[in-house]
């Protein structure tokens, strides 16, 4: 059963993603800000109840994360990606990747929520063009449309900018 209409009463259908050499933030569609990571402080900062939370990123939930290798290959955006699956407990993850959009992982180290530190490590720093995340009720699906390369400020990385708009 296809419940993307029900989904999208409380989620953006879309999320713009920046990333430069250390930081991380995104955006919904209508440029309302998500999450946004800061490695220097290893906090992951995101809104709730119209207030400005932050969790160490150091601290995962659930269970370690392991992975795997797949065979199947996909193209996403023209690009050949590689697959692999990152499970945790009882979720599975499948990310496809490309080896040409890659960052250092090494400032993401620590970013242990949602696997992502570990996962950047498993995979040399490449970047996910699609990722498909399964639970025990439904099945996410999340798949990137562009890529572009621009220049990035660190004031656009600020948590201090952001709380004062």
Not at 46 to 59: E, F, R, S
Not at 68 to 87: A, D, F, H, P
Request: some cysteine; aromatic content about 14%.
């Amino acid at each position: 059963m296809d419940i993307t209409e029900k989904m999208l009463v409380e989620n953006d259908s879309v999320q713009h993603y920046y990333i430069n050499r250390e930081n991380y933030i995104s955006y919904g569609q209508s440029q309302n800000f998500q999450q946004l990571y800061n490695s220097k402080t290893n906090r992951y900062f995101y809104p709730k109840n119209g207030n400005i939370m932050y969790l160490d990123a150091a601290n995962a939930f659930g269970e370690k994360v392991k992975f795997k290798g797949i065979s199947e290959e996909k193209i996403v955006l023209g690009k050949l990606c590689k697959g692999i699956e990152m499970t945790s407990g009882e979720n599975s993850t499948i990310y496809f990747f490309s080896e040409e959009i890659k960052v250092n992982p090494e400032p993401f180290k620590n970013h242990n929520l949602g696997g992502f530190g570990p996962y950047l490590k498993e995979t040399g720093g490449c970047l996910s063009l699609q990722i498909i995340s399964k639970y025990e009720d439904y099945t996410l699906v999340m798949t990137a449309e562009f890529i572009q390369e621009i220049e990035l400020t660190k004031d656009g990385f600020d948590i201090d900018a952001l709380i004062v708009k």
